[in-house]
């Protein structure tokens, strides 16, 4: 754990305190051993722990302005091993209102349809994470502003820079807009911070419209054809 993450974790244990003080409760049993270790950079961090103490800083996040915004944040879903990175992060515009209280990135159907299209393209569940660019859910139900995207894309930079892709999926051409510039019809390719990149239809418009799922698989079976030349 390097200095950064610590602080983060003693931000986030701070704003716990507070909010049970605001709730009126004045002590908190806690006991602690004598000798407390000074935290330590480990030699070689495990690309797991990283990642989850990338998350966790997401929780302590205070760059938005919007009220309590930030607690309603929603983790990336996968675990993809360190000794292959993920071959495939598909990812989501932002998380919606609907999926805060399941803790999911999309709807229940949506996530099906995303899993077994995964398992259509022979992915195995440790190459393959699925995220979001910004990572809160608004509590009003507002959607993320520009000013949003600008402040959470490092978030979603530094999980690229961890996870290591071959292929970034954007889910949806409003996920595209957010992370690259979109000339022409949504299924353009493209690259993103050097990593290659393609965009289908959100699962979502699958499902309404499954007409589109075919014109969605082409662009998959690339990404396929790119993965076993890579």
């Keep these: 754990m390097n200095n950064e ?25 806690f006991s602690m051993p004598v000798e407390v270790a000074t935290p330590t950079t480990p030699s070689n961090p495990d690309k797991d722990t990283k990642l989850a103490a990338l998350q966790a800083s997401f929780k302590g996040c205070e760059l938005c302005d919007e009220p309590l915004k930030k607690a309603h944040v929603v ?14 992060v598909f990812v989501v515009a932002t998380p919606t ?8 990135l999309m709807q229940s159907r ?11 393209m022979k992915l195995e569940p440790d190459e393959v994470y699925i995220t979001s660019i910004v990572k809160c859910v608004s509590p009003s139900g507002r959607p993320p502003q520009r000013e949003d ?7 979603f930079n530094e999980e690229l820079k961890l996870l290591a892709p071959k292929v970034i999926v954007a889910l949806g051409s409003k996920s595209a807009d957010m992370i690259i510039s979109s000339h022409g019809a949504p299924k353009y390719k493209t690259h ?15 499902n309404r419209n499954p007409e589109l799922k075919a014109e969605a698989w082409k662009v998959l079976q690339g990404v396929m054809e790119f993965l076993v030349k890579a």
């Design 5 to 29: 993450e610590y602080n983060n974790i003693i931000r986030l244990a701070a704003k716990r305190l507070q909010y049970f003080q605001d709730l009126g409760v004045r002590r908190v049993p």
């Design 75 to 88: 983790m990336g879903e996968g675990a993809p091993s360190e000794a292959k990175g993920a071959s495939v």
């Design 97 to 104: 209102v609907a999926t805060y209280s399941g803790g999911s």
């Design 110 to 120: 949506d996530m099906d349809l995303l899993g077994r299209i995964i398992k259509a």
């Design 149 to 155: 995207i600008k402040k959470c894309l490092p978030h």
């Design 192 to 206: 993103y911070r050097g990593v290659k990149t393609v965009t289908v239809v959100h699962p979502s418009d699958m």
